[in-house]
T-cell receptor, first 113, second 114 residues
Framework: EDKVVQSPLSLVVHEGDTVTLNCSYE??????LLWYKQEKKAPTFLFML????IEKKSGRLSSILDKKELFSILNITATQTGDSAVYLC?????????????FGTGTQLKVEL | TAGITQAPTSQILAAGRSMTLRCTQD?????MYWYRQDLGLGLRLIHY???????GKGEVPDGYSVSRANTDDFPLTLASAVPSQTSVYFC?????????????FGEGSRLTVL
């Protein structure tokens, strides 16, 4: 059975802190790993990772994938209150077509002043 | 740009009644999906469609049906609702030709079955 596990389940930090969110997976026929941010309603896309060791970066957010150890991390530096959200990790399987994703349960991040 | 539009935003439904959640996209994406989101369980795929005229079952399809008569619309029907179907339902779409894996989500429909 495919599995995506995120940790921690939740955390509270202060503005300016750096946080690292974890995602481990067990899936057959792995194709890619994706990170989404969910604030109030619709999840919004952050990154897609397909290759090990190649960092994806967007502003203060970055992510990297380790296909040997089957995990990914999402880093947020100099956190701001606007980073408060649930961060979702999802894995896409290859072959058979479609972008059917298996999601983890998410990490709820709260950034306080 | 509207993107994905879901209706209704929220609904309270008596057990045993039927309900259709509507989803329309204006991005001409070939693939569409229905997920449900429950506390502690995350997003789980109910049904999907890779192209108009075809549908497939996801992880939790029981009690739900879908149709894809055209590219833009992907309604989700609960034939006889049960309390365990209380959830937030998200419709999503993607362009399979882009090979990015990115899904575009609607704002969600909160359904309560009593």
């Amino acid at each position: 059975e495919d599995k995506v596990v995120q940790s921690p389940l939740s955390l509270v930090v202060h503005e300016g802190d750096t946080v690292t969110l974890n995602c481990s997976y067990e899936v057959t026929n792995f194709r890619s790993l994706l990170w989404y941010k969910q604030e109030k309603k619709a999840p919004t896309f952050l990154f897609m990772l397909t290759s090990s060791g190649i960092e994806k970066k967007s502003g203060r957010l970055s992510s990297i994938l380790d296909k040997k150890e089957l995990f990914s991390i999402l880093n947020i530096t100099a956190t701001q209150t606007g980073d408060s959200a649930v961060y979702l990790c999802a894995v896409e399987k290859g072959a058979g077509g479609g972008n059917k994703l298996t999601f983890g349960t998410g990490t709820q991040l709260k950034v306080e002043l | 740009t509207a993107g994905i539009t879901q209706a209704p935003t929220s609904q309270i439904l008596a057990a045993g009644r039927s309900m259709t959640l509507r989803c329309t996209q204006d991005m001409r994406h070939n693939a569409m999906y229905w997920y449900r989101q429950d506390l502690g369980l995350g997003l789980r795929l109910i049904h999907y469609s890779n192209t108009a005229g075809t549908t497939g079952k996801g992880e939790v399809p029981d009690g739900y049906s879908v149709s894809r008569a055209n590219t833009d619309d992907f309604p989700l029907t609960l034939a006889s609702a049960v309390p365990s179907q209380t959830s937030v339902y998200f419709c999503a779409s993607s362009d399979l030709g882009q090979n990015t894996g990115e899904l575009f989500f609607g704002e969600g429909s909160r359904l309560t079955v009593l």
